[in-house]
């Protein structure tokens, strides 16, 4: 007798402090009672993951692994005016197609990186090594340095 007193005692005390600890704000604002803080679910600043560095750059600076990189002038399609003069001058206007990235006045970039021709003002680009005495390339996609 005494066993099941105790233990419907500690039911009904289990109850109502479960009942007390889901209880909302809602219900406290109804009671007159201020809402409690809210609850922080996520990780602290402090104990969050770092991105990490993807890598080292490459010690020659953009990537061209089809052709020499080069520092043209401007790179235009084929299709554009003064692109398809220097082609069709060359005799090359019907071989190329016109989507073709073109560059116009290029010259290498050393892959040392010494020197007046490591820098490039205008477009660094990667060309395919269809080069006609740096008048124009061929096949040419712009690269970073």
Do not use: W
């Not at 602290?44 to 080292?56: I, L």
């Not at 052709?67 to 401007?74: L, P, V």
């Not at 071989?95 to 205008?122: D, F, H, K, R, W």
């Not at 990667?126 to 740096?134: E, I, K, M, P």
Request: hydrophobic share 35%.
């Amino acid at each position: 007798m005494k066993f099941t007193a105790v233990i419907a005692i500690l039911a009904a005390a289990v109850s109502v402090s479960a009942n007390a600890m889901f209880e909302t704000n809602a219900h406290r604002l109804a009671r007159g009672l201020p809402p409690k803080a809210p609850l922080r679910r996520s990780t602290p600043v402090s104990r969050a993951r770092r991105g990490q560095p993807s890598g080292t750059p490459s010690s020659s600076g953009g990537q061209c692994n089809t052709g020499d990189q080069q520092c043209c002038n401007s790179v235009q399609s084929a299709n554009s005016a003064d692109a398809s003069n220097v082609l069709s001058l060359l005799g090359l206007l019907g071989s190329v197609s016109p989507s073709t990235p073109v560059g116009l006045g290029c010259t290498p970039i050393s892959a040392v990186g010494l020197g007046p021709s490591s820098n490039c003002e205008q477009q660094p680009v990667c060309c395919q090594n269809n080069t006609y005495n740096g008048l124009i390339n061929i096949g040419c996609s712009p690269i970073t340095l």
